[in-house]
């Protein structure tokens, strides 16, 4: 969790990967105020009217939705849209993010010798684009005892085939107390 990350995915960056649905995406948001979607995504989240309450929060989560699986899924899109989820997911990462997670700028990468002595795995889908993979790979270096999956032909969803394959393995090879160095 960077400032470099958050503006990828929510300022410039995925937008040049996806500019039919960045255009929805900022289309809530008064032209002035497209320096800073996240903050401009909070007010609007917050203080607005209930119809732009609503509608900020489903562009948010189209968003979301439409760039997180490596193909479109129009069913995922229209699951993050429906009102109620879409008020609920929008406001919980908006308040993550508009507080960076209650993390220091590279708080993360910094503190990963703690990680040393501890065994894990990171599975990250290669084409990924709300979280470049470059930080998983960063984190693996950081972490030599956590093995790292790039996961070919995944986007950010755990859904996709080859991400949920990579997690449920995972989470049985940890659940049987094994480590890296066992392997």
Request: charged residues 25%.
């Amino acid at each position: 969790m960077t400032r470099a990350e958050l503006d990828w995915c929510y300022q410039s960056g995925a937008s040049r990967i996806f500019p039919d649905l960045w255009e929805q995406f900022a289309s809530p948001v008064p032209v002035a105020e497209r320096g800073d979607m996240i903050a401009a995504y909070r007010r609007l989240l917050t203080n607005g009217e209930a119809s732009e309450r609503s509608r900020a929060a489903a562009a948010w989560c189209t968003w979301e939705a439409g760039t997180s699986r490596l193909l479109p899924d129009i069913e995922l899109v229209e699951a993050f849209a429906d009102p109620g989820f879409a008020r609920a997911f929008a406001h919980i990462e908006l308040h993550y993010f508009s507080h960076a997670c209650w993390l220091e700028e590279g708080q993360l990468l910094r503190d990963a010798e703690r990680l040393a002595q501890i065994p894990g795995t990171i599975v990250h889908g290669r084409y990924d684009m709300l979280c470049c993979a470059r930080t998983a790979w960063d984190l693996h270096k950081a972490w030599p005892r956590a093995a790292l999956h790039l996961v070919e032909g995944a986007g950010h969803a755990a859904s996709e085939p080859g991400m949920l394959g990579r997690l449920i393995e995972a989470t049985n090879f940890h659940g049987r107390g094994e480590s890296r160095a066992e392997r």
